[in-house]
């Protein structure tokens, strides 16, 4: 890099372009304390200088700390605050470094995205393939962020100049290779203005498939499980293979509702997610090829905003073995994404679905976002992005929402670590 003392110092009523500006990286790093950041800027203060950067980071508490500031002006000055810099440093037993040069960091390349990679364990051999992919795609990381350090470790790499879709398909068979989660998402304002979330129900937002459940108690669940194989080697598709199956369990007492509601596991992180979104300002809702006797419970149980499925048909205190009203198919899923995102105002392209099967897939590819969790394959090569860890609220990294901020959102409300 130049060295700004031998460049000739501004006058006022220079025009000078804000790249060719002599500037100075101050680096501080060391033990982390109160009162550093202060510290140094208040030491900066004394030299006129403006700041152009900062960045700060703490790792396992150790501080990094970089101020890019313009070059004091008058001769000898430099050298002076150079001086004060490092006897300040060493006063609070850190460390100091100070580079010269010119300008700000080079503009950054077209085409920006953020990349989060999830990982149980994050391995260093993962972590180098996904950089080196980035690169040989073009692409330039800025920076680095961890998002979260349990149940998964998370990090974000915020990219520049590599068109996101791309970045995306170079990725994905990385990331499957490895054993790690990626997603790519474009930069932009947009990326937190995602305030809708639908997600599939069976093997989604709960652990059961609640046909099961009901065929558990009807005695019929080898059937059930008949029918559902034919229904996965494409012999029925979906609404003929849910009529087979609700024909088994006609003659079940209406009173069985209660029992399965009461079966329900909600998968691991589910409350947490929806908490999240919910305390975030999203609204979120559910569509299910399952039943309405569940998923309007689950609604009310747990806050959701929206609600569908298909509704089993009960007549004089009995299960009929019927369905009644439209049926809730791949295409019903898609469809309703679209309906409950007019009635919540959002575009499509700020919605999130999350999905695990075949039915879900015209969902996924009509969302801005679409999530295949713990997927058939078929769903993770559609989707625009997996996880294949057994926590729902993972889909929270892929929001750029922190593991902080989601603690801070499940914090009791009024208390100090809650966000409202």
Not at 6 to 13: D, R, V, Y
Request: glycine share 10%; aromatic share 4%; charged share 20%.
């Amino acid at each position: 890099m130049n060295d700004a003392s031998q460049i000739s110092p501004l006058t006022p009523g220079d025009a000078v372009h804000p790249a060719d500006v002599p500037t100075l990286l101050v680096k501080i790093f060391g033990k982390d304390r109160p009162g550093i950041t202060a510290g140094l800027f208040d030491t900066l203060a004394a030299y006129g200088v403006d700041v152009v950067d900062i960045e700060q980071v703490v790792t396992r508490g150790r501080i990094v700390l970089c101020a890019l500031v313009t070059a004091p002006q008058g001769r000898g000055v430099e050298g002076e605050l150079r001086a004060t810099v490092h006897s300040w440093a060493e006063s609070i037993r850190m460390e100091a470094e100070i580079i010269s040069g010119i300008g700000d960091n080079r503009p950054r390349g077209e085409g920006r995205s953020h990349v989060t990679v999830l990982g149980k364990p994050l391995t260093a051999e993962s972590t180098a393939a996904i950089a080196a992919l980035i690169t040989g795609a073009g692409g330039n990381i800025d920076r680095i962020f961890r998002l979260a350090k349990y149940p998964v470790t998370a990090v974000e790499f915020a990219v520049s100049g590599a068109e996101p879709y791309a970045l995306r398909s170079v990725l994905a068979l990385e990331a499957a290779a490895r054993g790690v989660d990626v997603a790519v998402v474009p930069a932009g304002l947009q990326r937190r203005a995602q305030r809708l979330v639908v997600m599939d129900v069976d093997s989604t937002m709960i652990q059961d498939e609640v046909i099961e459940l009901f065929a558990a108690h009807a005695g019929c669940e080898a059937e059930v499980a008949e029918v559902t194989a034919a229904a996965m080697r494409g012999e029925l598709d979906f609404e003929q293979s849910l009529h087979a199956r609700v024909s088994l369990l006609a003659g079940l007492d209406v009173s069985v509702v209660d029992k399965v509601r009461a079966e329900v596991r909600l998968t691991p992180g589910a409350r947490t997610l929806i908490r999240t979104l919910k305390r975030l300002g999203y609204q979120v809702g559910v569509v299910s090829g399952g039943f309405t006797q569940v998923t309007d419970d689950l609604k009310e149980r747990l806050g959701l905003d929206f609600a569908a499925a298909n509704t089993l048909e009960v007549v004089d205190g009995r299960l009929t073995g019927k369905v009644v009203g439209p049926i809730v198919d791949r295409a019903g899923k898609a469809a309703l994404l679209r309906s409950f995102a007019a009635q919540a105002g959002v575009p499509l392209s700020q919605t999130v679905a999350i999905g695990d099967g075949a039915n879900d897939l015209d969902m996924l590819n009509a969302a801005g976002l679409g999530v295949a969790f713990n997927a058939k394959p078929v769903v993770r090569e559609a989707a625009d992005t997996a996880v294949n860890v057994p926590f729902l609220d993972t889909v929270l990294y892929l929001l750029g929402i922190t593991r902080e901020e989601i603690e801070a959102a499940d914090a009791p409300e009024g208390s100090q670590g809650a966000l409202f």
